[in-house]
């Protein structure tokens, strides 16, 4: 073989992000280094799949190799692995693209995760990382590739530290087409030159990608490893669970285990195999902002695509594969946005994904709460934008609520629990579940014995306020308008009523507050909202929820809707006190009207308007109090 080293030569420095992921994975010691063979056949099938799908429509570049494949072979004496493939393979600017930089969202998220303090070695096995990880094992990678239909290869050398060199390869070394990739083993390594170590790895991790993959060792013949034949096609009797954990992980390029797995033929109409996975891990670009899906569309078990949007946004947690018996295998773009074919088998895969999401959280609560601790956020997004789906949503979505503990009650469950005349589904929006409980908003209902919905994720600021209700109840926010309690019965003891003559004084107090506060708030009222707490702030009855108006400011730097009410608590002993104080010492009246404004919007999370103020007026009740 002729020697690399003596043609010209390029040598290119890694982006630093390269480096650092370099550093990580060779000193990740604990870390499982068989993943990293995993790795290289994923992308050796991926390139393989491509060509298949350019193939379609530009033949040629098949020429007379038209049997995709991936060849393995090892060379104990020469400590060497090579991974071959016929697929697309690589031009020279796609080497420097793809081999010296990172582009993907997934290892920038690892190196984050990483940085932040996550166990690398826990993490490099649960995600694709991807080439870089051929390193853990070799001291030299040598890729050389050719682009299909080029007529020029290029050879990729790097030792992983400094750099890599790039040079025109020629003769024997240059594949007739696509990539093949030699690593040099480290000592630590040399066991991956090894016929059974290479099998074990194949037969644990990449037996069912769609590209038959061959082993051969130096000096024999080659033998199949895998057909390559489609995992999605075999009737389900004869898959075994590992069989769909190995291919969820080569299809997602997460290699957690799949908390769902979902296998059926549509016939009808449509004709398509479905293949999809819940993950039981949260994947780094759940909230990302394009929000993209990560099925892939197979026609006829050729790959077609991995961003046509097959399930709406809010199932984009899914993972696997469609494949289409209908579809003709020349898609173009746009027919690929605008397909009733595709249509039809969005609905009916959205469909059958909430129905066994359904029927998992009958059959399985437990687990069915490990997916909802991971998507449900994403989930309630459906509450929002399908309202087609809302109704069969609301039958999987979960709560915390101030009767749940820390478990989750369905809506069901909420409306099997209405108390005596309760109409309404209350709920309290907050940033977080031990600020939401301990609301003062809650104290009325907590005395009434009312369950009141925690509602803690951003977007449940979104879909309340334009979903109608559940079984004819309407949601009421319990920070919002006037508390309509009055009709529902305390759990104690009747609640005392004022006599008349502190009736008239709350009165007077009321009339007094909105005096002394202005234009602070837009009204001042008693409430029975209250319980131990002499003070709250509400929404006004039209108009948003306080929390949404709080992260429309912060997303959006949107000004509020308005001024809040002010409620006070007429049984409360300071509001009496203060009542008592009326006519009296005017001062104290004043830093009253201040310190309720000012503690209601505290207990909010929030500061008082005129925090200095506030501080001042605490002080000069306090020395009161205190006698200082
Ligand atoms: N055998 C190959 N043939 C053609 N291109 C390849 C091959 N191996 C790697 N590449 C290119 O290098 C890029 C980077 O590969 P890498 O394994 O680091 O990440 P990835 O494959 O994009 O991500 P993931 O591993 O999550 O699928 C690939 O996207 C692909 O474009």
Not at 54 to 79: F, H, S, V, W, Y
Not at 459 to 483: I, N, Y
Not at 507 to 532: F, I, P, W
Request: glycine share 8%; aromatic share 8%; net charge negative.
């Amino acid at each position: 073989m002729t020697d690399t080293l003596d043609r010209p030569t390029e040598t290119h420095a890694f982006q630093a992000e390269v480096s650092r992921l370099l550093h990580l994975m060779v000193h990740s010691v604990y870390s499982n280094r068989d993943i990293f063979l995993r790795e290289l056949i994923s992308n050796a099938a991926d390139a393989c799949e491509k060509l298949r799908y350019l193939a379609l429509e530009t033949p040629a570049l098949l020429g007379d190799d038209g049997n995709l494949a991936i060849t393995l072979a090892a060379d104990p004496a020469a400590k060497t692995l090579t991974v071959a493939d016929n697929g697309i393979g690589m031009t020279r600017d796609e080497l420097i693209e793809n081999l010296g930089t990172i582009a993907k969202s997934g290892t920038k998220a690892f190196l984050k995760a990483v940085g932040e303090g996550a166990k690398s070695s826990n993490l490099i096995g649960q995600f694709g990382v991807g080439f870089y990880s051929a390193f853990m094992v070799a001291s030299r990678v040598v890729v050389t590739s050719r682009r299909a239909g080029s007529d020029q290869a290029w050879t990729w050398i790097s030792d992983g530290i400094n750099g890599y060199d790039i040079r025109p390869a020629e003769g024997d070394e240059a594949p007739a087409r696509g990539t093949v990739i030699r690593l040099e083993l480290n000592d630590e390594s040399t066991t991956y030159a090894d016929e059974a170590t290479v099998e074990r790895i194949v037969e644990t991790y990449s037996a069912h990608v769609p590209v038959p993959v061959t082993f051969v060792k130096a000096g024999e013949d080659a033998k199949a490893l895998s057909d390559g034949s489609a995992l999605w096609a075999k009737p389900k009797s004869e898959i075994t669970k590992e069989a769909y954990k190995e291919f969820y992980g080569n299809v997602s390029g997460q290699w957690d285990e799949p908390a769902m797995t979902i296998h059926y033929k549509a016939e009808g109409r449509h004709e398509y195999s479905v293949l999809l996975f819940v993950p039981s891990m949260k994947p780094f670009d759940l909230f990302d902002p394009a929000r993209k899906g990560h099925l892939k569309l197979y026609v006829r078990r050729v790959f077609i695509a991995d961003d046509v949007d097959l399930l709406p946004h809010w199932l984009r947690f899914a993972r696997g594969v469609v494949d289409s018996e209908d579809l003709p295998l020349n898609l173009s773009r746009e027919m690929l946005q605008h397909n009733p074919v595709l249509e039809a088998i969005r609905k009916n895969v959205t469909s059958r994904l909430l129905s066994e999401l359904a029927k998992l959280a009958e059959s399985d609560a437990a687990k069915f709460a490990e997916i909802w601790e991971a998507f449900g956020p994403v989930l309630k997004e459906g509450l929002y934008e399908d309202a087609e789906r809302r109704d069969e949503l609301f039958k999987i979505v979960r709560f915390r609520t101030t009767a749940s503990g820390e478990a989750t009650r369905t809506l069901a469950d909420y409306v099997a629990g209405l108390k005596e005349n309760q109409t309404k589904i209350y709920y309290l929006l907050a940033d977080d579940p031990a600020r939401a409980a301990a609301s003062p908003h809650l104290e009325g209902f907590a005395g009434r014995g009312v369950e009141v919905l925690l509602l803690t994720d951003p977007v449940d600021a979104f879909w309340v306020r334009t979903a109608l209700g559940f079984e004819g109840k309407p949601f009421q926010s319990v920070t919002q308008g006037a508390s309509d309690l009055d009709a529902i019965p305390l759990v104690d003891a009747a609640e005392p009523t004022p006599d008349a003559e502190t009736a008239t004084g709350t009165v007077a107090l009321v009339a007094r507050l909105k005096e002394l506060l202005g234009d602070k708030v837009s009204d001042v009222r008693t409430s029975n909202r209250l319980a131990s707490s002499p003070s709250c702030l509400v929404a006004p009855e039209y108009g948003p929820d306080k929390q949404f108006e709080k992260i429309m400011a912060r997303h959006q730097g949107a000004a509020p809707f308005g001024k809040p009410v002010l409620e006070i608590n007429p049984r409360h002993p300071l509001i009496l006190a203060v009542v008592a104080k009326l006519g009296g010492d005017e001062s104290l009246v004043e830093d009253a009207a201040v310190l309720l404004l000012g503690q209601a919007r505290v207990a909010d999370g929030e500061a008082p308007d005129d925090p200095a103020d506030f501080g001042r007026r605490l002080a000069h009740v306090l020395e009161k109090a205190l006698g200082a």
